[in-house]
C-alpha cells in the first residue's frame, strides 16, 4: 500500500479545519465576536434573510442559530422584522454596527483568502477545489445511502 494510501483523508480535513476555526475564533476575540456571528454576519443578504435559511446555509442547528442570533441582537449587531402581515415571518437585517462589523470579518476573510492565492499555485487550487467538491459529492452519496437504509 503506497504512502498516499494510509492518509485518512477526513483527519487531514478536520485537522484543517480545527486549525482555521481556532484562527478565525482567535480574531474574533479580539473584536469581542466568534466565528460563528461572523459567519452569520456574512450571510446575511442587504434586503434580510429569513432565519430558516441561516442554519442550513452554514451548517448551524437550530437552537446554536437563535442563542447566537439572540446575542447579535443584545450586542446590535442585527435586527428582526416580521415579512409583511404573515407574523411567522422573520427577516435577519443588519444594523449600522453589523454593516461595520461584517466590513472587518470580510477584510479579514479576503486577507487570508489573499495570502493562501500568495502561496498556492493557481494549478493546485483548482486541483484542490476538484478534489473538495468530489469529497463533498461522495460525502452527499454517503448521507442519501444511509437515509434510504
Same mark, same amino acid.
Request: no cysteine; glycine share 6%; net charge positive.
Given at each position: 500500500?503506497?504512502?498516499?494510501?494510509?492518509?485518512?483523508?477526513d483527519?487531514?480535513?478536520?485537522?484543517?479545519?480545527?486549525?482555521l476555526?481556532?484562527?478565525?475564533?482567535?480574531?474574533?476575540?479580539?473584536?469581542?465576536l466568534?466565528?460563528?456571528?461572523?459567519?452569520i454576519?456574512?450571510?446575511?443578504?442587504?434586503?434580510?434573510?429569513?432565519?430558516?435559511?441561516?442554519?442550513?446555509?452554514?451548517?448551524?442547528?437550530?437552537?446554536?442559530?437563535?442563542?447566537?442570533?439572540?446575542?447579535?441582537?443584545?450586542?446590535?449587531?442585527?435586527?428582526?422584522k416580521?415579512?409583511?402581515?404573515?407574523?411567522? #415571518? =422573520?427577516?435577519i437585517?443588519?444594523t449600522? %454596527?453589523?454593516v461595520?462589523?461584517?466590513? &472587518? *470579518?470580510r477584510?479579514?476573510?479576503? +486577507?487570508?483568502?489573499? #495570502? =493562501?492565492?500568495?502561496?498556492?499555485?493557481? %494549478?493546485?487550487l483548482k486541483v484542490?477545489? &476538484? *478534489?473538495?467538491?468530489?469529497?463533498? +459529492?461522495?460525502i452527499?452519496?454517503?448521507?442519501?445511502?444511509n437515509?434510504?437504509?
Amino acid at each position: 500500500m503506497s504512502d498516499i494510501n494510509q492518509l485518512i483523508i477526513d483527519s487531514s480535513i478536520r485537522s484543517a479545519w480545527f486549525k482555521l476555526s481556532r484562527m478565525y475564533n482567535q480574531k474574533a476575540l479580539e473584536h469581542g465576536l466568534t466565528m460563528s456571528i461572523g459567519f452569520i454576519l456574512m450571510n446575511i443578504d442587504k434586503e434580510g434573510t429569513p432565519s430558516t435559511q441561516l442554519g442550513p446555509r452554514m451548517g448551524m442547528q437550530a437552537t446554536s442559530l437563535s442563542r447566537t442570533l439572540k446575542t447579535m441582537e443584545e450586542k446590535g449587531l442585527i435586527e428582526r422584522k416580521e415579512e409583511g402581515n404573515d407574523k411567522r #415571518k =422573520v427577516l435577519i437585517f443588519l444594523t449600522k %454596527s453589523g454593516v461595520d462589523t461584517r466590513r &472587518e *470579518v470580510r477584510n479579514f476573510l479576503v +486577507d487570508f483568502n489573499n #495570502k =493562501v492565492v500568495e502561496n498556492i499555485s493557481s %494549478s493546485k487550487l483548482k486541483v484542490f477545489f &476538484e *478534489v473538495i467538491q468530489k469529497i463533498d +459529492d461522495l460525502i452527499d452519496s454517503e448521507i442519501q445511502e444511509n437515509k434510504n437504509k
